[in-house]
């Protein structure tokens, strides 16, 4: 059979072809690809409408500074669900209304460095897309501005074709609310991840702890509601940085760099990228120039016996008297015998000095002709290039000294010498008189040396030794001041942007600055566990800022343990990215990655065959906050494992989780104590009975022998003739604080406290007396005060755990 090329020819078929070519539109790219956006079954695509709708209120409400209140309601219609959501946010104008719904990737967020939920646009949008290829039905939103009378209506769907709103219906409307947004979508979708779906909301009510959320499903009898934390506040307001230039790429960089408005490559520097003043752009600068000019090699000054540079200098200087010139000479060679190593534009720099102070003391002007005669003579006498002079046995002398201190002791001299007479050609054979290079060039010089050293000289110069000496010589080289190039020319040039790129990457910069996250805080992730968990202990750790690609983040980490949370199974790992939780691809993220190769064992917990997943009631939640978060794909399920964000998970994890194990070693403690204390008041007593009928005396009090026994603090009343003494005890091996309050029924007087003043309250007929002694191990300290008459005692004490506590109140 013919194939198809040969029956319409090359030009044929390459026309035919270039006939059905179009431009997809992003809107009808995702309508046949809508799984990369969470919408990949009808249960999935459930939570994920609702994720999205959420997302955008909670962020629409913080961004208008609202504390949010969020109604979430799925209704079951037979062919379809009905989802709506619904918010208290500052709405949404008519203009832009059907574009944030009807318009993927349309958003404000996308260029912004600072940290959202969304950014791409494409979220709610998508769930409007979503429902419309299931159900075909349009959108319905209601949203009405603060301040305005009226609510807008609108009905829509989107033009796959061109990415734009088709709107079907555009009216005002009354609505109960004063500001807001509400969304009503249908879509074919059923509750098979109904779990997933309350996670999600459950979840979100932990890391949001200042929103208000209620929702409700067809199964359920009535709306779950999430109260907003008492106290709970708004998350701090974020600011967008510049880009940092550690996370800038090469393209990105030409970009900017076509962009700016800037003329020179330092005020580009510090105009448009974060964490970059005059000094640091210096910095970067001189990174640029190595790469872009190379450095200049700084040699040794020459040494009485080897050349003298003031004679040189005189020799070279014509016309200009003979004390000025005297002087001008014997400041160039003071100012280069003072120097270990000189470069060639330093020698400028000294000879442009000599020359302004030859000419200030002797009215002589030492012009540019005239400096650069000296610069050339005096560098000619560095170098050993005169002409009774050797340049190469010159320059390989003062390599030799460099490649000496690079290599090892056990090469031999004359591999030494081989190796740096070589190197030395190599500087002679440039044609830069400054003798200049970069890293790569001087990396290919000694390359070559070494090759040819070994090929002549029967030596081995191994890779390590090479490298050695490349650091030994690159060290001894002087960054040149040449003025780099304009911003227009290292933006025409990919080479020199490229050399550009990597000397801001290899300058240390300060991170960038952490103004544009909002952390939920250590203090909120604590109280979003304790209002959603019930649970015996809660720890929570919110890490300082670190840096990924340029992006700065933050992560926190919390730990609920023990109360109601079941026992059986593994821990509950709950994972957030910018107080969105993610509740699919647990297994592909770092979050859970990070939770499994952790030691738990060491913290209390079982885990089995000692990695994995540990087992208990516990929940563990990690939050990373961040300008760029690395999700695993366009759906956001999952943290990629990026080694910066996962050392700092680690980290997180292990703060909260060192606060459990003492928790945990405590409970242990506590327990094995009571366990002890519960065996001597069974024995105690039969002791006192059996020694008191044996000897005929008064049975012993066995509060005070078991609390001595045990090493607790004993709180004892005492009451004789009106004055009552309540003495603290502390038979522990530590100071003990406890709060004690004692409550009487007839006012007291006289009221005397040791170590501390007790404050005594009247209350319905009843006195608290308040006392908050210290009393040092082996010590004690009494409260005395007068009573006149019959009175009832009530004392409590606070601060000391139960089972270390013996109380004897009564008289």
Known sequence: MAGRQSTLGEEGIAEELAESQRQISIAEFFEKNKHMLGFDSGARGLVTAVKEGVDNSLDACEEADIFPDIYVEIEDLGDYYRLVIEDNGPGITKEQLPKVFGKLLYGSRFHKRQQSRGQQGIGISAAVLYSQLTSGKPAKITSRTKGSEEAHYFELIIDTD???????????????????????????????????????????????PHARIEFSDPKMDEAAKFERAEGAELPAETEEIRPHPHGVELGTLLKMLEATDSYSISGFLQGELTRVGSTTAEKVLNNFRDRHFGRGMAWRPPQAHEG??????????????????????????????????????????????????????????????????????????ITGNTDDGDPRETL????????????????????????????????????????????????????????????YDDATIGETARENVLEEIWNAMVTVPDDPPNVSTVADDR???????????????????????????????????????????????????????????????????????????????????????LVYQRGACATTDVVKTINWRNYGLDQPGGS????????????????????????????????????????????????????????????????????????????????????????????????????????????????????????????????????????????????????VVEMDGEWFLKWSPTVSSGEAAALTYEIDGEADFDVSVDGIESAKLTVDGEP
Request: proline share 4%; glycine share 6%.
């Open 308 to 381: 003298d540079v003031e004679v040189a200098v005189r020799a070279a200087v014509a016309n200009k008297g003979k004390d000025a010139t005297k002087s001008f000479a014997r400041e160039v060679a003071d100012a280069v015998a003072e120097r270990d190593r000189i470069a060639h534009h330093e020698l400028r720099e000294i000879v442009d000095e000599a020359g302004e102070q030859a000419a200030e003391g002797f009215g002589t002007t030492f012009g540019a002709t005239v400096r650069e005669k000296a610069t050339a003579a005096a560098w000619a006498e």
């Open 495 to 581: 080479d020199a942007a490229s050399e550009l790129l990597e000397a801001m990457r290899e300058t240390d910069i300060i991170s960038p600055p952490t103004d544009c996250l909002a952390p939920i805080t250590e203090r909120l992730v604590e109280e979003g566990l304790r209002k959603e968990f019930d649970a015996d202990f809660y720890a929570a750790a919110t890490r300082d800022a670190s840096v990924h690609g340029g992006d700065p983040f933050i992560v926190e980490a919390g730990i609920a343990y023990g109360g109601a949370l079941d026992e059986g199974g593994p821990v509950d790992v709950m994972r957030f990215a910018n107080r969105v939780p």
């Open 396 to 455: 390989a002398s003062d390599l030799y000294g460099l490649v000496d201190d690079a290599t090892s002791s056990r090469k031999d001299d004359a591999t030494l010498s081989g190796l740096a007479d070589r190197i030395a050609a190599k500087f002679l054979d440039s044609e830069d008189e400054r003798h200049c290079c970069t890293r790569s060039e001087l990396a290919d010089y000694v390359q070559r040396a070494a090759e040819n050293t070994e090929e």
């Open 612 to 759: 994995g997943l540990p087992n208990g009631p516990a929940v563990v939640m990690v939050h990373v906050a961040s300008t760029n978060v690395p999700f695993t794909s366009e759906s956001k399920d999952a943290i990629a494992n990026v080694p910066e964000i996962e050392d700092e998970i680690e980290l997180a994890i292990r703060e909260a989780a060192r606060e459990l194990k003492s928790f945990l070693n405590k409970r242990r403690s506590m327990r094995q104590r009571r366990e002890k204390q519960d065996k001597l008041g069974t024995i105690l007593p039969e002791m006192a009975s059996k020694l008191s009928s044996v000897t005929g005396r008064k049975a012993l009090d066995i509060d005070d022998s078991l609390a001595r026994i045990m090493n607790n603090v004993l709180v004892e009343r005492e009451v004789e003739d009106g004055t009552v003494r309540l003495v603290v005890e502390n038979n522990d091996s530590t100071n003990a604080e406890p709060e004690i309050t004692d409550i009487v029924t007839l006012e007291p007087a006289d009221v005397k406290a040791e170590g501390d003043d007790a404050r």
């Open 162 to 208: 061109d990415n734009e709103p088709e709107i079907s219906v555009d009216e005002t409307t009354t609505w109960d609310r004063p500001h807001g947004t509400r969304i009503e979508i249908e879509m074919e979708a059923n509750l098979r991840a109904r779990q997933q779906l309350h996670d999600y909301i459950k979840h979100t009510a932990v890391v949001n």
